[in-house]
Nanobody, 114 residues
């Protein structure tokens, strides 16, 4: 069974940084676009960033210039480097493979204090 395992969440002050990791099997990693979504309390899950099979990236306007998505092919891992964090970034962050109807991780909590 294919799984996505996220890690790296936590509590950070505004202006700080965190790096999220999403580990997956090589079979999943090599065949699907990878993405991060987030869901704040009482709100819908929304797109954050994505990286394609050939490394092309897209970002939500709210995180452009602050977040960077990358993939480590050798380790079958996708990262989300988050800098200049704001309280509005507080959410559960989910790793995704293959789009909304694809595979989801269990989520990792990110809390940004003001």
């Amino acid at each position: 069974q294919v799984q996505l395992v996220e890690s790296g969440g936590g509590l950070v002050q505004a202006g700080g940084s965190l790096r999220l990791s999403c580990a997956t099997s090589g079979r999943t990693f090599g065949r699907r676009n990878m993405a991060w979504f987030r869901q704040a309390p009482g709100k819908e899950r929304v797109f954050v960033a994505a990286i394609g099979l050939f490394g092309g990236t897209t970002y939500a306007d709210s995180v452009k210039g602050r977040f960077t998505i990358s993939r480590d092919v050798a380790n079958n891992t996708v990262y989300l480097q988050m800098n200049s964090l704001k309280p509005d970034d507080t959410a559960v962050y989910y790793c995704n493979a293959g789009g909304p109807t694809g595979i989801w991780g269990q989520g990792t909590q990110v809390t940004v204090s003001s």
